[in-house]
């Protein structure tokens, strides 16, 4: 709580003399994502990397819709500390970055393995629609097939009642039209 006064400013200058820098979650920020969307944060607009006096970071539109979502109770939904909506404090992610050449390279990899995870999921979406058409595909021919056979057996029974008709008919001229014509 004594640290709140100097939280609430937007200072830069202070910002770099801030221990609190020290103590973010280094494994957070090597994550990042925001915890909440799971979606990257951004260096400015309304999801930008921001953090809480417990030093964990969010983007700035979720942990402000957090925090007003229950006014009674506002607490880092990581560490359940209790948070204002004016301690959240906005960080300048280029900063971060720069500092961290580690980070950048990690951030290149991972952008490489996302653009070859998406390329893979891309290709196995349409190896599973193509064999999903080929069942289809044949499944449809399996009907044709089916409904040929039940119109050719009609055809058939239709054949053999006729003909069994003429027979009848043969046998008692006198019967009136049995098909009808
Ligand atoms: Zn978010
Ligand atoms: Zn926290």
Redesign the pocket.
């Known amino acids: 709580m004594e640290d709140n006064r100097r939280i609430e400013t937007e200072d830069h200058q202070e910002f770099e003399e801030d221990e609190g820098m020290e103590s973010l979650n280094r494994g957070e920020i090597d994550s990042l994502f925001?915890p909440?969307?799971?979606?990257a944060?951004t260096s400015g607009g309304e999801?930008q990397i921001c953090c809480l006096p417990c030093g964990h970071i969010?983007?700035f539109?979720?942990i402000n819709k957090w925090l007003k979502r229950s006014p009674n109770c506002r607490k880092c939904p990581q560490c359940k500390k209790l948070c204002k909506l004016k301690d959240v404090r906005v960080l300048y992610a280029a900063r971060l970055c720069v500092a961290d050449e580690e980070l950048q390279k990690r951030v290149i990899t991972l952008e490489a393995e996302c653009a070859y995870l998406k390329q893979s999921h891309k290709s196995v979406y349409e190896r599973v629609l193509e064999e999903m058409r080929n069942e289809m595909d044949e499944k449809s021919m399996e009907l044709k097939g089916k409904f040929r056979e039940i119109c050719e057996e009609m055809d058939a029974r239709h054949k053999l009642n006729e003909a069994r008709c003429e027979a009848l008919e043969k046998m008692f001229p006198e019967m009136p039209n049995m098909r009808g014509n």
């Open positions: 925001c909440i969307c799971f979606e944060w999801h969010y983007g539109s979720c």
